[in-house]
Every structure is written in C-alpha cells, then in structure tokens.
C-alpha cells in the first residue's frame, strides 16, 4: 500500500502545501525572473542549481544580489506572474 506523500510548508505563518509552492528567482531590484515548482528542491541553494548551472556562477549571482525564496501560489500570482510576463514596474527603475 502506498500513501502519497503531501508535504507541508510554513511561509509567514502559513501552512501551504509544498506542491502548490514555487521557487522563485529575484533579481537584485526585486524582479522575479524565473520560477520552479516547490517540489523541485528542499532549500534555496538547491533551487539556483536549477536556473544556474555552474558553482561559480551562482556564488557571482549570490554577490550581485540574485536570491532565491520560496512563495506561495497566491503570492507568485500577485507579485510574481506580473514580473514574468514583463508587466512589472521594477524595470521602469532601470
Ligand atoms: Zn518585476
């Protein structure tokens, strides 16, 4: 018998179930520019492995600013969704 496995997550409070969570890429200015489902990696230094292949490229993203977080659904639709389809404000900035 097999059960499925469901796991949880507490972000600011709230639980999320992890499959319904992504990791997101922030540029230095705050723009998400990529994300990946939250079932993909277990802590943040393991999400960048999906968007930067090489060590030494994500310790130079890492200084430069890039972060990786993890958001729930309701949060990547509000603030994250808008930056990926280039309908953000951040690069106004630039
Ligand atoms: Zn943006």
């Not at 705050?30 to 230094?45: I, R």
């Not at 030494?56 to 309701?74: K, N, P, Q, S, T």
């Amino acid at each position: 018998m097999t059960t499925p496995l469901l796991l949880f997550v507490t972000l600011d409070g709230v639980n999320h179930p992890l499959a319904s969570c992504r990791w997101v890429r922030y540029d230095p200015n705050g723009c998400a520019t990529g994300s990946a489902p939250g079932t993909t990696a277990v802590d943040a230094d393991t999400a960048a492995t999906h968007f930067t292949s090489t060590r030494r490229d994500r310790a130079r993203e890492h200084r430069r600013g890039v972060r990786y977080r993890l958001v729930a659904l309701e949060e990547w639709r509000e603030h994250v969704k808008p930056c990926l389809l280039g309908e953000c404000t951040h690069q106004n900035a630039a």
